[in-house]
């Protein structure tokens, strides 16, 4: 069993910049890959970034330049800058922890809450 639990989400005018956090405990030692998803209403959840334990980063083209996944392996902890935020970006945003591939999950946190104003 792995947990997770995101934080950082919050109010932002657009233009600004915000920094999610997802902190990892359990079974860690065999995630492959943490990813950040978002899910707007009326949406489908989709994935935005994710790393794996080798170091490997995967963008989706809507977050490219604007966002930065990384990770502090001593804190367990995977973020994602986000940057130069639009209302567009306005949604609920996972973190996922995969045992196997970087676009298929295991588990999910509860999700934190982006919302950013025009």
């Known amino acids: 069993q792995v947990q997770l639990v995101e934080s950082g989400g919050g109010l932002v005018q657009a233009g600004g910049s915000l920094r999610l956090s997802c902190a990892a405990s359990g079974s860690i030692s065999s995630i492959n890959a943490i990813g950040w998803y978002r899910q707007a209403p009326g949406k489908e959840r989709e994935l935005l970034a994710a790393?794996?334990?080798?170091?490997?980063?995967n963008y989706d083209d809507s977050v490219k330049g604007r966002f930065t996944i990384s990770r502090d392996n001593a804190k367990n902890t995977v973020y994602l800058q986000m940057n130069s935020l639009k209302p567009d970006d306005t949604a609920v945003y996972y973190c996922g922890a995969s045992y196997g591939s970087w676009y298929e999950y295991d588990y999910w946190g509860q999700g934190t809450q982006v919302t950013v104003s025009s």
């Open positions: 790393i794996t334990r080798d170091g490997s980063l």
